[in-house]
């Protein structure tokens, strides 16, 4: 019986991966480092920004600028964004709650930025606990996160499920003893994961059990 849910946010329950691999490649240019967003989407996705930074090593003189370029430039395009959402994100959440089971959100992403991306995506008031790599001394793929994130909706792992889109949500979701479930959008399946599915509401039959 599932009781809990711990999510990824960006690229699972929000549409902004490429938004924010975007706005790392135009930070990464005060630094004269260039790097193309599809790389960075490739090689950055679940991590947190202080992992990014030190495996592209940003030195400390050019981290504080750099930070402050990235957060600006993903607002701006968060911001002229129609919606930030997948189509099925509000039902999903909505569902989750009709069945009384607890969500939390476990995200990379950093607090500073993470305020503005809930407040314009509205899913705040859905969710029962949201933990940053902020919030933690280890990020994905580490468990730090998942931990904590079930803690504050008291929930056993073993009782819960881990949601995301990248082996970096799944290998410490099953470290932890949760089911694992990856998310493609473009149908593909992720061996290491319990489960594989391509739309939110797919996972509902799995809360069955």
């Known amino acids: 019986m599932i009781r809990g849910i711990v999510s990824d946010l960006d690229g699972t329950l929000i549409n902004t991966a490429g938004i924010l691999a975007e706005a790392w490649a135009q930070a990464f240019k005060v630094s004269g480092i260039l790097l193309g967003s599809d790389e960075l989407l490739k090689n950055t996705k679940g991590l947190a920004p202080?992992?990014?930074?030190?495996?592209?090593?940003?030195?400390?003189?050019?981290?504080?600028?750099?930070?402050?370029?990235?957060?600006?430039?993903?607002?701006?395009?968060?911001?002229?964004?129609?919606?930030?959402?997948?189509?099925?994100?509000?039902?999903?959440?909505?569902?989750?709650k009709h069945r009384n089971i607890k969500i939390a959100v476990a995200t990379g992403m950093?607090?500073?930025?993470?305020?503005?991306?809930?407040?314009?995506?509205?899913?705040?008031?859905?969710?029962d606990a949201v933990v940053s790599s902020d919030d933690v001394a280890h990020g994905k793929p580490e468990p730090d996160i998942?931990?904590?994130?079930?803690?504050?909706?008291?929930?056993?792992?073993?009782?819960?499920?881990?949601?995301?889109?990248?082996?970096?949500?799944?290998?410490?979701?099953?470290?932890?003893?949760?089911l694992t479930v990856f998310i493609s959008r473009d149908g593909a399946n992720l061996p290491s994961a319990d489960r594989s599915v391509s739309n939110l509401m797919d996972i509902l039959d799995l809360l069955k059990y």
């Open 110 to 127: 950093s607090r500073d930025l993470l305020r503005d991306v809930l407040e314009t995506s509205g899913i705040n008031g859905l969710l």
């Open 146 to 178: 998942f931990i904590e994130a079930f803690n504050r909706i008291s929930i056993n792992p073993k009782e819960g499920l881990v949601l995301g889109d990248s082996e970096n949500d799944i290998i410490p979701g099953h470290r932890i003893g949760a």
């Open 50 to 96: 202080k992992d990014i930074l030190k495996k592209y090593k940003v030195g400390e003189t050019d981290l504080k600028k750099l930070l402050s370029v990235r957060r600006a430039e993903a607002l701006k395009l968060i911001k002229s964004n129609p919606s930030i959402l997948y189509p099925e994100t509000i039902d999903f959440l909505n569902e989750v």
